[in-house]
Structures are given as C-alpha cells and as structure tokens.
C-alpha cells in the first residue's frame, strides 16, 4: 500500500518531469520555427563568400576561408576528386552523401539545416556535423568545389548549454530534495491524526494535537482536538444518564419487589397490604412515565421529521391544560391567574402540550396549598409564554443546572413531590426545535417565574 508521503513525492516527481517535457516540446516547436530563417541567413553568407572570391580571385583561399572561420562558422570544401579541406573548429560527424556533394558540384545548392532528419529538433539544430550545413558551388581556380558552411555554435553558445544543463541538472535534484522535505512536513500531523483516531477507537479520548501551524492541517488539528474533547465529554454524559437511568429505574423496582414479596409470604395485614398495593401502583405508574420520557427524548434528540406543525389558538391550549388539571390545583386550593391573549400559532401542537403541562403541573406541585399560580400570553415581536406561582422556588445555586437531564433540585424531597428530572430537558429540547428560548427566573421561599419565547412560524 503506498503511502501518503511517496504518493505526494511521486506527484510532484511527475509534474517536474511533465514540465520539463512541456519545455522541451515547446523548444523543439520554436526551433523548427526559426530553422528555415536561420538556414537562409548562413546561404546568404555562403553566396557573399563566394561571390567575394569570385570576384577577387587573387586572394589566397585558405587563408581567406580561415578568416571567415574566425568569425564563428566552420567551413568544409571539396572537389570532384573528393579532396577535402576543413576550417574552423573540427566537426564531429564529417559523414555526408556523396549524391549531395555531386549535387552542389553540379551547381545544386544543399539545404541540410532544414532538410536533415532529427528525432528532435533541438538535436538538429545544435548539431556538428557536415550535413546539418548549407552546401553551394564554387569556382576555384576553373575548378568546381563544393563549399559547406555552417555557424559554430557550440563556440557561440557552448559554454551557455554547459551552465544550462548543469542548472537544469542542479534544479532538478535540488527540486526532489525539498520535495521530499516539504512533503514529511505535511505527511507528519497526518501521522499524529491518525495515531489519534486510533486512541479514539480504543476508547481513549484524552487527546490533544499540539500544532502551530495556521495552514488547513492546523485547522484540522484544532478541529480534531475539539471533536475528541466533545466526544470525551459526551461518553461522560452517556455513562452518566446510564448511571441515572439505572437509578432510577432499580429504586421502584425495588421498592416493588420488597412489597410485593411482603403481599406474598403474608407478612403483612390487609390494611397493610392494600397500602403495599397502592405503593406498587404508583411505582408502575412512576416506571411507565420515566420509559415514555426516556423514549420522548431519544425520539427529540433525533430531530429528524419529529415537529407536526399545525395551526392552532395556542389561549385555548392552555385553558385545557388548566381544566385537565383542576383537581389538582383545587385540592390545594390555589388561586389562578389568567391573562391570555387569543393567539393563532403555527406549531407542534402535542409538543407544545407536553412544555405547558410540564410547567404547569410543576408550578400545582411546588406551590404550597393557598398559594397562587399566574398563567399569561402576549403578542409581542414574537409570542410569550409565562407561568408564575408563588411556591417554594429554586436556591440560586440550583438554577444553572435545572435542564440538564435527571437533575433534581432537592433529591431529599418526599416522592409525592419528586419527579423524574426529565421534564425540564424534555421541555427545553421542544422550544429548541421550535427556535425559541426559556428564561427561568425564582428565589427560594418565593416562588418561580417561567418565560418561554416562540418566534412565529
């Protein structure tokens, strides 16, 4: 399997060698662009060399042709009986057709510069050899010579293509080694990220990936760190509402279990065992509202097709819930307070249900009989909920925690006033999800004020 680190190297490998021959094809275009002007340029000095000699046919001719090599051309002539003479700096490839030189004797002009065959035309162009020449006819004397002219670039150009080549060479090399650098540097948090995971999947989750760079592997560090401390804290939560959970399902199991083997062995009266029974029906009863509860919240955690909404008078929602209630809050004999305004809301009307009864019901419970519960509705920039009774309020300390899940305010509490420590979360979860807020205002000994905000929907 290849890793990260020789998949990166090997890329930037590739690109360097596609470059590189990106260049070389775009060379090898442009030279066979100016081969045929350059080619045209060396024929007409040829022609001037000749003519000049033509001209003054006095001039000793090697010594004449050896001055014209001195300026930068190397200059190959021969006769019809193949003698040869060189000037200028020696060629390294002095192979030519005889048909080609016969051509020129006869009074043909030799084109090779353009007309030689090269795999690459920068070969071609810079090659030394008598047939990358221009070739014309010359009369030496009476006789016909064949004069072969080509400029010497190498003494031009050659120590420019040696500093070229070894650049190339040195940029190249020196472009793989910091390659191979910058590389590692990205490859190395990649390495501590995975580590990580792996401790993540292990189940330890106490990780923190120390990088100071501000690049996107930075980012994606911090980002990781952030994630293992959440899920850090969330294992916490779950074995946590675990742990509550089984508590609160193992004290009425329990308290069922003792009264009813109690019932059994006949170790009770009757009267006694008719009050065991109404124990054992309330812890039932107390076990079936904390598995709805539970399923109400696994359902809203969820938050995917959960919300039904609908409209409907959200004043006559809450006359309801009063009514359903009424025995309870006139047992106690508690004074309510109605201020509703009519309001047509767009929401989830069983959802909503459940935060009104839940507030309400728990405003009948903590308000001590002759008490006074307070219950309004107003139209504002959005709508307001809020329910207020005179009981026995929450201790300042108290009030941060109220909505997290089991959280009971005084677990000291006689079970006729305890609940499960569900409600509130339960409550908060669905003015969430209809995007609103609940501000919980109260005092110990004075009583409580509940105000939920719903935007209109």
Do not use: C
């Amino acid at each position: 399997m290849r890793t990260l680190y020789t998949r990166i190297v090997i890329t930037f490998i590739l690109i360097a060698l596609v470059s590189g021959l990106s260049a070389l094809l775009l060379s090898n275009i442009y030279l066979g662009k100016i081969r045929e002007n350059n080619e045209q340029k060396v024929l007409n000095i040829s022609n001037e060399i000749r003519l000049l000699y033509e001209k003054v046919p006095d001039l000793a001719l090697d010594v004449y042709l050896s001055h014209i090599s001195n300026m930068g051309f190397q200059i190959y002539t021969v006769n019809d009986r193949m003698e040869e003479t060189f000037y200028g700096s020696p060629f390294k490839n002095r192979e030519i057709d005889v048909k080609q030189i016969r051509g020129v004797l006869e009074g043909e002009v030799y084109h090779g510069m353009v007309e030689a065959q090269h795999w690459l035309t920068v070969n071609g162009f810079f090659e030394n050899s008598i047939r990358n020449s221009v070739g014309v006819p010359l009369k030496i004397k009476g006789a016909d010579y064949a004069l072969f002219v080509r400029p010497n670039l190498e003494q031009q150009i050659g120590d420019v293509r040696v500093l070229l080549g070894i650049l190339l060479v040195i940029t190249f090399l020196v472009s793989i080694v910091l390659i191979a650098v910058s590389t590692q540097f990205i490859v190395k948090p990649l390495k501590k990220l995975t580590k990580a995971t792996k401790k993540i999947v292990e189940g330890d989750y106490n990780i923190e990936i120390d990088l100071a760079r501000q690049d996107e592997l930075g980012n994606l560090a911090r980002h990781f760190t952030f994630m293992a401390q959440s899920i850090k804290q969330l294992d916490e939560m779950r074995q946590q509402f675990v742990a509550n959970v089984s508590h609160e399902i193992q004290s009425p199991l329990t308290s069922i279990q003792g009264f009813a083997q109690a019932i059994l062995e006949k170790e009770a009266t009757p009267v006694q065992s008719e009050r065991y029974l109404h124990i054992i029906e309330e812890e039932s009863r107390r076990l079936s509202s904390l598995s709805k509860q539970l399923l109400t919240l696994a359902t809203l955690d969820k938050e995917n097709n959960v919300m039904n909404p609908s409209a409907f008078r959200l004043d006559e929602q809450l006359r309801q819930i009063l009514i359903v209630s009424e025995w309870q809050w006139a047992e106690k004999q508690l004074s309510i307070e109605l201020d509703l305004e009519q309001t047509v809301i767009t929401a989830d009307q069983q959802l909503l249900y459940q935060v009104w009864f839940n507030f309400i019901t728990n405003s009948i419970k903590f308000t001590p009989s002759g008490g006074t519960i307070s219950l309004k509705l107003a139209v504002k920039d959005d709508v307001v909920v809020e329910v207020s009774d005179t009981g026995i309020g929450i201790p300042e300390s108290d009030l941060p925690r109220i909505f997290e899940r089991f959280y009971k305010v005084d677990r000291a509490r006689d079970r006729t006033r305890s609940g499960s420590g569900l409600g509130l979360s339960i409550a908060k979860k669905i003015v969430e999800l209809h995007h609103g807020s609940i501000n919980v205002q109260s005092e110990s000994g004075k009583g409580t004020s509940v105000t939920v905000h719903l935007p209109f929907l």
